[in-house]
């Protein structure tokens, strides 16, 4: 609960009954007194509490008011805030509505449920041969474990793929597995998989792990001690900012029980188990005494996506999705709403917009060959969850039948770090998969808009990474060409400056006209567009 919320809560309370102890707030806010006391000096200062004859805040030092009743004020409260919460997804729902444009899922429901939850700072220890290590310390883990081990069994790189396995010569099923992070080489330098310098998705830190331990809950392991420095230091950065803000990992719930947990060790704690890991790569059994004993409280969240279709007149089956986030970072700590207007309203309404266009050209019996799915998904902000259980959990429509994903993420600002002309607007991902689509891309612009299309954060050197950063990357991580369209970002960028008067009107309708007729032409060409660079 934040600061603000926290003390408008105590005004009502005070106002309703006049007497409560500071231990009692303090308790049911889960502060400290010393918290409870500040509140209380705020709000004197403010007058939103009376005083007594005396000039001072009088608190009782008896409770005299039931727990019953504070629970039933704080649940209300707490239901007002997800109904606000809720608005976004109903007004998405009724302008396709008023449209006139269906719902995608067979059932005619425009919204697609999808359950979260948020996994509290984890708590508990590690312990290899009596050295007890405590989470946080040499080791990470956002999950509740338990076991005791004999052995631990070493994997390798954990890679499994043709004609090359890990898995060979070892048993890995009701057993705890040691795994290094990257993919094998050959004696030339080149990576084995791939038989180039070009590495394979086992060895791209943002989808290895998921892999990995896909490929280690299919062959019945319990768990996976993942060792990756790399890795390491950014869920060390995570896993700390989650301590000292008392917040949470969100993430897609879970309804698999049998999910092998995942521990990541820093280099001192997986040498403790393998002091040649860096050099060796040969799948080995290790004798150790492991003991893993965490745990975290977990809490649900109902979201939703909200899909639309409009069914192509000649390929029906055949669908090119536009997607864009409906959900943004909240409120900060004291109580100023982060308004999102460009991350990502910019991105909703050109939605919506370029809905209504491919709406009114059907009517007038000139609607797209292809169907034309409309996206806006929630969780972006939190992982690309939303996206992420749309390709991977509940397609609404088959993968396989999916053609193109045009992602659309910050349109409606400029970069002020960028020189030049401010009629932009940076692509991110249009030849990743599909030289065809970059083509399509380039020839599109240059016949209907001329925007000034700025590839620079589509280096794959690049250190911002954005090409996995916004929903696009859960189409293309399954071999589905997108183009992310972005203008950078700002001064107010995740804070609550981002307002819609900021917005450059212009060339958010420029840069909305780019995307429709992007998506008209791959909607209406005879041929879908050919993937020639699928990920191995």
């Known amino acids: 609960m934040k600061i603000k919320e926290r003390r408008q809560i105590i005004v009502d309370l005070v106002n309703d009954w006049g007497n409560l102890s500071v231990g009692f707030l303090a308790k049911k806010f889960k502060v400290s007194e010393m918290t409870i006391y500040r509140d209380l000096n705020e709000l004197e200062g403010n007058n939103l509490l009376i005083k007594t004859t005396g000039g001072a805040i009088k608190i009782s030092e008896s409770l005299v008011h039931t727990e019953s009743s504070f629970s039933k004020r704080l649940k209300d409260h707490n239901k007002e805030k997800k109904a606000i919460a809720k608005k976004a997804v109903e007004y998405i729902k009724k302008e396709y509505e ?23 700072t984890p708590s508990g220890s590690l312990t290899i041969n009596e050295k007890e290590h405590r989470i946080g ?182 669908y090119v999705v536009i997607s864009s986030h409906l959900d943004h970072i909240g409120v900060t700590t004291d109580g100023q709403i982060n308004n999102g207007a460009d991350d990502d309203g910019s991105g909703t309404v050109a939605l919506l917009e370029i809905a209504e266009a491919f709406k009114k050209a059907a009517d007038e019996g000139r ?79 240059k016949e209907f808009m001329n925007i000034e299309l700025d590839y620079t954060y589509n280096d794959e050197n690049d250190p911002n990474r954005f090409y996995y950063r916004s929903d696009h990357y859960n189409f293309a991580k399954n071999n589905i060409p ?24 212009d060339l958010l309708e420029n840069r909305s006209r780019l995307i429709f007729h992007t998506a008209w032409e791959i909607a209406n060409r005879d041929t879908r567009v050919v993937v020639d660079k699928a990920i191995k």
């Not at 006139?100 to 425009?110: E, L, Q, R, S, V």
């Not at 057993?175 to 791939?194: A, H, M, Y």
């Open 367 to 445: 609607g797209p060959k292809r169907s034309i799915v409309f996206l806006h998904v929630t969780g972006e902000e939190k992982g690309l969850l939303g996206s992420q259980y749309y390709t991977d959990v509940d397609p609404i429509i088959d993968l396989e039948k999916t053609v193109v994903n045009l992602n659309i993420d910050m349109i409606g600002r400029i970069d002020p770090k960028r020189e030049g002309d401010r009629n932009y607007i940076y692509l991110i991902g249009s030849d990743k998969l599909s030289t065809e689509l970059h083509e399509l891309s380039e020839e599109v612009n």
């Open 137 to 318: 310390e040499g080791f990470l883990t956002f999950a509740s474990s338990k076991g005791s081990f004999d052995k631990v069994i070493y994997a390798g790189y954990g890679v499994e793929e043709g004609d090359y396995s890990d898995f060979s010569d070892i048993d890995v099923k009701g057993k705890i597995v040691l795994i290094k992070g990257g993919e094998p080489k050959n004696e030339d330098g080149t990576f084995t998989l791939s038989g180039s310098t070009e590495s394979s998705k086992w060895g791209n830190p943002e989808e290895s792990i998921a892999l990995k331990d896909e490929l280690l809950q299919g062959k019945g392991a319990i768990g996976m001690l993942y060792y990756d420095m790399n890795n390491y230091q950014r869920f060390n950065r995570y896993f700390q900012y989650m301590k000292n803000n008392d917040s949470g990992q969100m993430s897609i719930k879970s309804e698999d029980k049998d999910t092998t947990f995942v521990i990541y060790l820093n280099a001192g704690v997986a040498k403790e188990l393998l002091p040649d890991i860096d050099t060796n790569h040969v799948p080995a059994v290790i004798k150790a005494s492991l003991t893993v004993a965490t745990t975290t409280e977990n809490g649900e969240i109902a979201s939703e996506n909200v899909a639309a279709v409009l069914l192509g007149s000649e390929k029906p089956e055949e």
């Open 98 to 120: 008023s449209l006139g444009i269906k719902a995608a899922k067979a059932d005619g429901n425009y919204f697609q449920k999808v359950p979260l939850e948020i996994k509290k």
């Open 482 to 505: 997108i183009i992310f369209y972005f203008n950078g970002t700002h001064d107010d960028y995740h804070k609550p400056g981002d307002t819609p008067d900021k917005i450059n009107y």
